[in-house]
């Protein structure tokens, strides 16, 4: 079984950053890989990252790509996502997620199988 903790949401003005941590315990999977979604009121959980273990491969939204950054320290067993020039529309819960082992780098969140508690990230205007 694996566990998902997640850590580091907040309040933050808009421009402003935070660092999100993903820790893992359990099994290891053999796609190797760890995602983000984040879920704002009334709308669905939307894809935000992805990474393999060994940092080499990413998957970026759009939405995020060149204000977030997705970093790993396998000595930790910790995903790290620094968000920079945070924007309002970024307020959400952010959710640390683990794919089923066929998959590498999912976008799809039903291709998820494990999920931590979720943060909650504010950005305010």
């Known amino acids: 079984q694996v566990q998902l903790v997640e850590s580091g949401g907040g309040l933050v003005q808009a421009g402003g950053s935070l660092r999100l941590s993903c820790t893992a315990s359990?099994?290891?999977?053999?796609?190797?890989?760890l995602g983000w979604f984040r879920q704002a009121p009334g709308k669905e959980r939307e894809f935000v990252v992805a990474v393999n273990w060994s940092g080499r491969r990413t998957n970026y939204a759009d939405s995020v790509k060149g204000r977030f950054t997705i970093s790993t320290d396998n000595a930790k067993n910790t995903v790290y996502l620094q968000m920079n020039s945070l924007k309002p529309e970024d307020t959400a819960v952010y959710y640390c997620?683990?794919?089923?082992?066929?998959?590498?780098?999912?976008?799809?969140?039903?291709?998820?199988?494990?999920w931590g508690q979720g943060t909650q990230v504010t950005v305010s205007s």
């Open positions: 359990g099994r290891t999977f053999s796609s190797d890989s």
């Open positions: 997620a683990a794919p089923d082992a066929r998959y590498t780098l999912p976008n799809k969140a039903n291709d998820y199988v494990y």
